[in-house]
């Protein structure tokens, strides 16, 4: 059966699916949610970007749909047994009384539905560690949200989190970054369950056990993960359960996900705030060697950068940037007390001694620091990626780039 609203009766051992926008109401029996109960006469959003599926608890239940434009449901025949299976490990992590929790896998295994089941079950908050495709709209950042202390479907129901700025949406490229961030934000947040990429091969055996130990995990949850990873992390005296991957996986092409990331870029900078700052530390730039009415000169090691509207005679093999190189990239302002507020540069002086940008949201302290991240954002929020160096440098856009014996370009 499917349809845009009416009443289902749900028998045990199947599922409700449902996509939002939509309402969903108990009018007999129980349901089992993303680790939570629905009993009768209670009732749940599902929001328009997710899907959700729905269980009976006890026997069957009867269950109705109210959905708005693009929402839907039907009835669907598995998931039951792995979902009991997610019931039954959280009820084992809350016996053991473990207060932070990793979960791990590879791309579209459920990690993040994993995640805000277990968070439900715990009580605790989350951090989301995937840059990429960050459940709490913070694309580049590690980000953090204490438990609101009601169910939620999603982490996008969740208080507006707070950001750890990495300035990429690779956890291949930007490892280092990612781990020193979340270690971060496992220190403001205490007890949570961490969200993890779907870097899982080659360098991200290395990279994964990493990455749980600098938020000092209690124990780490497998889902569909390679076995050389569980392995790897044992090996590191962590303690590993293995969960099945979710029932209904979701499956998204490279191109969803940048589609996904653009919509999620076009929100957190629908209503921006615009800071002029002057003072503050802009990391990383090469050093400012001199500056002039037209431009200035910059020593990024053996490369010289000339910044200048007009293409420069001197020094020889030096390289030619106009003024505006940083408009359009990523950037985090730091706050005094800790976190990171999401901005886009508008204008950035030599030496970042005046900078303009549009902030996410206003910063609730004095900002301390701009941090450039490896993005360029067009108008419409398409993504360029540019090489990991320091700034200007970076804004040639050649990874690997080595000067000319000589003469300009």
């Not at 839907?72 to 992590?93: C, M």
């Not at 579209?108 to 715990?122: I, P, Y």
């Not at 996900?257 to 615009?274: G, H, I, N, Q």
Request: charge should be positive; hydrophobic fraction near 40%.
């Amino acid at each position: 059966m499917a349809g845009t609203g009416g009443c289902v009766d749900l028998p045990a051992g199947r599922g409700l699916w449902v996509a939002g926008p939509a309402r969903v109401s108990v009018e007999r029996g129980r349901l089992l949610a993303a680790g939570f109960e629905l009993g009768e006469g209670e009732e749940v959003v599902v929001r328009a970007t997710r899907g959700f599926t729905f269980y009976p608890l006890g026997g069957a239940a009867r269950v109705c749909v109210a959905a708005g434009s693009g929402g839907g449901y039907r009835v669907v025949g598995e998931g039951f047994r792995e979902t009991l299976e997610w019931l039954r490990l959280g009820e084992r992590l809350r016996g053991s009384g473990v207060g932070r929790v990793a979960v791990v896998g590879p791309v579209e295994a459920g990690k993040s539905t994993l995640t805000v089941f277990l968070a439900n079950m715990l009580g605790v908050g989350v951090v989301e560690t995937d840059v990429g495709q960050n459940e709490m709209g913070l694309p580049a950042c590690v980000s953090y949200s204490e438990n609101p202390g009601a169910p939620f479907l999603s982490m996008e129901e969740l208080p507006r989190p707070s950001c750890v700025f990495v300035g990429h949406v690779s956890a291949e490229k930007a490892a280092t970054g990612i781990v020193a961030a979340a270690a971060e934000a496992a220190s403001r947040l205490g007890r949570f369950v961490a969200d993890t990429d779907g870097f899982v091969d080659g360098l991200g055996l290395v990279y994964k056990p990493w990455l749980v130990e600098a938020m000092g995990v209690d124990a780490v949850v497998a889902v569909g993960a390679p076995r050389q990873l569980a392995a790897a992390l044992r090996g590191r005296g962590l303690t590993v359960y293995e969960a099945p991957r979710a029932p209904l996986p979701r499956w998204r092409s490279r191109l969803d996900r940048r589609s996904y990331r653009s919509r999620l870029w076009a929100r957190l900078f629908s209503s921006p705030v615009t800071l002029v700052l002057r003072g503050a530390s802009v990391e990383p730039l090469c050093g400012l060697e001199e500056t002039a009415e037209d431009g200035a000169v910059y020593s990024c090691g053996r490369v010289v950068l000339v910044e200048s509207r007009r293409r420069p005679e001197g020094p020889p093999g030096a390289r030619w940037l106009r003024p505006g190189w940083a408009r359009g990239l990523v950037a985090g302002l730091r706050v005094s007390g800790g976190g990171d507020v999401p901005a886009l540069v508008e204008t950035l002086e030599p030496g970042g001694r005046r900078v303009v940008v549009r902030a996410a949201w206003r910063p609730g302290g004095e900002v301390v620091g701009l941090r450039l991240g490896w993005i360029r954002l067009s108008e419409n929020y398409e993504e360029t990626h540019l090489p990991l160096e320091p700034y200007p440098l970076a804004a040639l856009g050649r990874a690997g780039w080595r000067p000319r014996v000589s003469g300009a370009v």
